[in-house]
């Protein structure tokens, strides 16, 4: 059976840049996105003629603030990536969306263009926080994004949300969840505000101008929200992650399950035959790599548009596997999978470590699968760091 691809672009325009935002954005270059769209789909042509339509079974836009783009721009991408690509009839085509870009009429022309997902950057629905954060929208946006959403057609919606605010207490973050699943979106994503080195929030904190967050108010808000959200019916299925039954996001499963897929645009990044790579980031680099491009720049993963690259050996493969893998909190990593993808047993290679953390309460069997405890959720990436040594 083939390989099948996800294909994650990555569209780095914004309006405003967010003061937590560590991405790849860029505030005030809508002017390039014509250009940008072009050399978009030129790398798409050279990578899909590399290897003879390769088969796609999820196809990402994120951001950036993607939905800056109109219908027209994504059905030219999307005609590009049906040429090159041998996308799957049923394939998941998600899209990054701020609530307060949408409309009515470009809901149901993204609908039309073969969007079938679309993934709302909400995070608060609080107004003073929203201002912190410097988010362009109001929790009134939200509702009406959804609100058209649904008579677009679309019947998979997911909103993302920050807990873990600088002075946020446990009242105003349960008002938030209480809102937004009120609306009934069929997946919600959750995580915890990072002060990432570099924002202007990881520079305030720095110079003690903002509150640092409370770890163990994170971790009751994280705690109530799982027990509310399995009380409505969402399943938690990865640490961050909850959806009703049946609408898992595709496209992360393939990044959590540690398969192959495809980045392309400014600053993507990728993952296959064994290499993972890295797009250069801004965009009129990107644009002009593209444009002086030819087909003779080509070495499968890679375009014109990598500027790093690592092949990964096989002790690295099955570290990565451990790191994402764990992530699924139901599913974890299947003993019999991991035989039989690397040859080797999951005790064999990580014996130790799977000793000692299963010991402590933080990871356990379940049947032929390795996963987290419940209290290993809440410190994951201390349970993580135990397989990259």
Not at 183 to 198: C, K, N, R, V, W
Request: charge should be negative; hydrophobic fraction near 35%; include cysteine.
């Amino acid at each position: 059976m083939p390989e099948t691809y996800s294909l994650y672009f990555h569209i780095p325009f914004c309006r405003h840049r967010c003061a937590y935002c560590d991405f790849n954005t860029y505030a005030g270059q809508e002017a390039s996105i014509p250009r940008y769209i072009q050399a978009l789909c030129a790398e798409i042509r050279l990578i899909g003629e590399c290897r003879g339509r390769l088969k796609v079974g999820t196809i990402f836009f994120g951001g950036g603030t993607p939905s800056l783009l109109t219908a027209a721009q994504f059905d030219e991408i999307l005609q590009k990536i049906y040429l090159y690509f041998d996308v799957d009839s049923q394939a998941e085509i998600s899209l990054e969306a701020n609530p307060g870009t949408v409309s009515p009429g470009s809901l149901t022309d993204l609908r039309a263009a073969g969007f079938n997902r679309i993934s709302y950057g909400v995070q608060s629905a609080n107004p003073e926080e929203l201002r912190m954060l410097e988010r362009i929208h109001s929790y009134r946006e939200v509702i009406d994004a959804f609100k058209w959403s649904r008579r677009a057609g679309f019947d998979n919606l997911n909103m993302d949300l920050i807990y873990g605010l600088p002075g946020q207490g446990l009242e105003s973050w349960q008002t938030t969840v209480k809102l937004v699943t009120g609306l009934g979106p069929e997946h919600i994503s959750a995580y915890a505000l990072t002060l990432e080195h570099g924002t202007p929030f990881g520079r305030w904190a720095a110079r003690g101008l903002l509150t640092i967050p409370d770890p163990d108010m994170a971790a009751t808000q994280y705690e109530w929200t799982t027990e509310l959200l399995d009380s409505l019916g969402y399943g938690l299925y990865e640490i961050s992650n909850w959806c009703q039954p049946g609408h898992e996001c595709r496209h992360n499963l393939q990044y959590w399950r540690n398969l192959e897929y495809l980045g392309l645009g400014a600053g993507a990044h990728g993952y296959a035959d064994g290499c993972r790579y890295s797009n250069v980031l801004r965009i009129k680099s990107y644009i002009d790599r593209l444009s002086n491009s030819s087909d003779d720049d080509i070495k499968f993963p890679l375009s014109p548009a990598a500027v790093n690259q690592h092949r990964n050996t096989a002790r690295e493969n099955m570290q990565e596997t451990m790191l994402t893998g764990l992530r699924l909190t139901r599913e974890g990593i299947s003993a019999t999978g991991f035989q039989n993808r690397y040859g080797t047993g999951l005790t064999s290679a990580f014996g130790k470590e799977i000793e000692k953390l299963t010991a402590v309460g933080l990871l356990e069997w379940s049947g032929d699968c390795l996963r987290l405890t419940v209290r290993g959720r809440l410190i994951g990436n201390q349970v993580f760091l135990e397989f990259v040594n």
